[in-house]
């Protein structure tokens, strides 16, 4: 049973597109995160919600909009697609903020 | 600002041997420090932490040093196996909880 569960593993879309990735974990974790991991293999932090609050907004476009509906869930929005948001995306949870995370598998999003 | 750096990008050992990856940071106020393993098409998994408040922490056959002097923590495996190759990240976190990730050292242990 899978702890950290992203959608889709894989998803090539177009550019200019809006498309979303879903998250859930079935810890019972109150925090959950997005991080992007680029080119480099760098894993950014983007997002982390406390019991859906958001707690951590880092530097990212606000084309990119976090939604989470109970904090099961965490899910990532991106509108009008660019060249550059080709990564792959991953989830993560935690019991608190700072405290050892379970990442999901990750989404490999590929822009054309 | 790259805060977390991992110098090594990859490491080969041979099986048997002891594996020594290494992470340096910058930021003082980091006190919590945490090193993860990652498979191929998977996320990255937890393998072990330590507090700044301790300078050795040991599970098993993995192993973190940190010396805050030299705001340095390392990861020692003995014996290294096969299995263990991966990319290996050190994150560390303080302000806020929000943890900083290095860029991985990509480990090979050759049998």
């Known amino acids: 049973d899978t702890a950290v569960s992203q959608t889709p593993k894989y998803l090539v879309t177009q550019m200019g597109n809006d498309k979303s990735i879903k998250c859930e974990q079935n810890?019972?974790?109150?925090?959950m995160y997005w991080y992007k991991q680029d080119s480099k293999k760098f894993l950014k932090i983007m997002f982390s919600?406390?019991?859906?609050?958001?707690?951590i907004n880092e530097t990212v476009p606000n084309r990119f909009s976090p939604k989470s509906p109970d904090k099961a869930h965490l899910n990532l929005h991106i509108n009008s697609l660019e060249l550059g948001d080709s990564a792959v995306y991953f989830c993560?949870?935690?019991?608190?903020?700072?405290?050892?995370?379970?990442f999901g598998d990750g989404t490999r999003l590929s822009i054309l | 600002d790259q805060q977390v750096k991992q110098n090594s990008p990859s490491l080969s050992v041979q099986e048997g041997r002891i594996s020594i990856l290494n992470c340096d940071y910058t930021?003082?106020?980091?006190?919590?420090f945490l090193w993860y393993k990652k498979y191929p098409a998977e996320g990255p998994t937890f393998l072990i932490s330590?507090?700044?408040?301790?300078d050795k922490n040991e599970d098993g056959r993995f192993t973190v040093f940190l010396n805050k002097s030299a705001k340095h923590l390392s990861l020692h495996i003995v014996p290294s196996q096969p299995g263990d190759s991966a990319v290996y990240f050190c994150?560390?976190?303080?302000?806020?909880?929000?943890?900083?990730f290095g860029d991985g050292t990509t480990l090979t242990v050759k049998p």
């Open positions: 993560a949870s935690s019991q608190v903020i700072g405290q050892p995370q379970h």
């Open positions: 810890l019972g974790h109150d925090t």
């Open positions: 919600y406390n019991n859906k609050e958001l707690i």
């Open positions: 930021n003082s106020m980091f006190d919590y």
């Open positions: 330590i507090s700044s408040i301790k």
């Open positions: 994150a560390a976190s303080g302000e806020a909880g929000k943890s900083t």
